[in-house]
């Protein structure tokens, strides 16, 4: 069973950036798809980005497309989000998360997703 922990997440200003790293245990990493969320208080978790196995295909909500880059490093085995151009609607707990093995489903499905981080806290002040 992959297990994830999310770190980076922290106080940042206003148009400023961010890396998060997601490190994952087991020896299966390099074969599945991961994915990145958000949940801010009170409002339901929402999908940021997703990288396939190889890492060669990306996919970004237009909430975030062009400012939020996902990238892995199978030999780390690490998941990383690049976040630029902070707002502070982008104030959130940030989820990594693995898909399915099938990896059939829609990207922007949380219920694709089979194993979820802790979370990080990322917080963009004014």
């Known amino acids: 069973q992959v297990q994830l922990v999310e770190s980076g997440g922290g106080l940042v200003q206003v148009g400023g950036s961010l890396r998060l790293s997601c490190a994952a245990s087991?020896?299966?990493?390099?074969?599945?798809?991961m994915g990145w969320f958000r949940q801010a208080p009170g409002k339901e978790r929402e999908f940021l980005a997703a990288i396939r196995r190889s890492g060669g295909d990306t996919y970004y909500p237009d909430s975030v497309k062009g400012r939020f880059f996902v990238s892995r490093d199978n030999a780390k085995n690490t998941v990383y989000l690049q976040m630029n151009s902070l707002i502070p609607e982008d104030t959130a707990v940030y989820y990594c998360?693995?898909?399915?093995?099938?990896?059939?489903?829609?990207?922007?499905?949380?219920?694709?997703?089979?194993?979820w981080g802790q979370g990080t806290q990322v917080t963009v002040s004014s």
């Open positions: 087991g020896r299966t990493f390099s074969t599945l798809a």
């Open positions: 998360t693995r898909r399915s093995a099938q990896d059939l489903g829609p990207y922007d499905d949380p219920n694709e997703y089979v194993v």
